[in-house]
């Protein structure tokens, strides 16, 4: 069968690639890549003849280029933001591939879940802070119904992928106490970085009045501020 292979470009920062995703990118034939989510440094840097930018392109114009170039023997990579594990919408594309006999090699990158994490300085499972981590998005276009207010009941960590456009009414259904610790983060490990920290009350338009419209993360839960949450000692220091 033949191959391509789908690489994690990780959060922004392109040394925050793999080594294994930076040794496909230096080695590609022909470089699909996701537009302006990945860092411009990393297409620069791969040494593809070839190098299509997937922004408008339909499915089916991706997955015939793939195969188009698979088929003549070059190596393909398909190059999406952050971990394509996380609304990386990589199914569709290798569904339709398999089909015509073409497997995907898929190299896991650094998701942005976690840059938002050390940009924070903080972890997402704290000892009696929080033990769980609830990554969600809210619904829109493409989403018909969410489950942010049940999962905001359970007291745990929660992540917001894709809620900045609607930031206000993504905190309005959340149905934790308002004095929660919430932040936004922009562009987490990008050179224009932002961070802002506040309460679920507040948040929204903290991050609003500091100019972050898209492309943030919102992070709700105690660990946001670690120093008052509370937190226990780790049983691998006792």
């Known amino acids: 069968m033949h191959k391509f292979f789908i690489v994690g470009a990780g959060p922004g920062a392109p040394d925050l690639i793999t080594v294994r995703g930076m040794d496909l990118l230096r080695r590609a ?46 190596l393909v990579v398909r190059l999406h933001s952050g971990d394509p594990a996380l609304y990386g919408a990589i199914v569709e594309q290798m569904a339709e591939l398999e089909r015509r006999g073409i497997e995907a090699e898929i190299v896991p990158g650094v998701s942005s879940l976690f840059a938002a994490a050390a940009a924070l300085k903080t972890q997402f499972t704290l000892r009696d802070v929080s033990e769980s981590l609830v990554v969600t998005r809210p619904a829109g276009a493409t989403l018909e119904s969410d489950l942010i207010p049940e999962f905001s009941r359970l007291g745990q960590t929660m992540v917001v992928f894709l809620g900045t456009e609607r930031m206000e009414e993504v905190l309005a259904r959340v149905e ?18 932002k961070i802002v920290r506040g309460t679920v009350a507040d948040i929204a338009a903290k991050a609003r009045a500091a100019g972050i419209e898209r492309t943030a993360l919102i992070v709700i839960g105690r660990v946001v501020d670690p120093a008052t949450s509370g937190f226990g000692r780790s049983v691998l220091y006792s």
């Open 176 to 193: 934790c106490p308002p004095d929660t610790p919430a932040a936004v983060v922009y562009h987490a490990s990008w050179p224009d970085q």
């Open 29 to 74: 034939d022909v470089l699909i890549y996701a537009g302006s989510l990945v860092n411009p440094e990393l297409v620069e840097r791969s040494g593809a003849g070839l190098k299509l930018d997937s922004w408008g392109m339909t499915l089916d114009e991706i997955v015939d280029a793939i195969e188009e170039h698979v088929r003549a023997g070059k």
